[in-house]
């Protein structure tokens, strides 16, 4: 018996409610953070430039993917700002820990992307 009573969907029907909600998190984030929509508007520059000055499939890989880690990290560290913030507003040390934690997560993924477009650019 599983902690909640209900059948779970399974098939198709999973599938496409696991879309739906995934959707519906894209919208969420969209609409409710403005980190999120600020990374969006640099993958919108980024990526394309970066299958334009990719010279193989490997080197456009290695400069598209680090944006597309940093929109993931994002919507974690999202996720992770709106459950601390459910649990209550009040300051406690590790709310802003977790917090922090997470946009840590954010600066690396941007260190990671830097990095990567230097070394492959660089190396031409």
């Not at 993958?43 to 290695?62: D, K, M, T, Y």
Request: charged share 20%.
């Amino acid at each position: 018996m599983t902690l909640i009573d209900r059948p779970k969907p399974t098939g198709l029907l999973r599938l496409f409610r696991a879309f739906g909600n995934s959707l519906k998190g894209f919208a969420g984030a969209f609409r409710e953070e403005a980190a999120f929509r600020q990374e969006l508007a640099t993958a919108v520059v980024v990526i394309p430039l970066g299958l334009w000055l990719g010279r193989s499939g490997v080197e456009r890989a290695l400069l598209v993917a680090p944006m597309l880690l940093v929109l993931v990290v994002e919507l974690l560290n999202s996720a992770i700002e709106a459950v601390v913030d459910r649990v209550g507003l009040e300051r406690h040390p590790l709310s802003g820990l977790a917090k922090d934690i997470g946009s840590a997560a954010v600066l690396s993924s941007f260190v990671l992307l830097g990095c990567t477009w230097a070394l492959v650019l660089l190396d031409r």
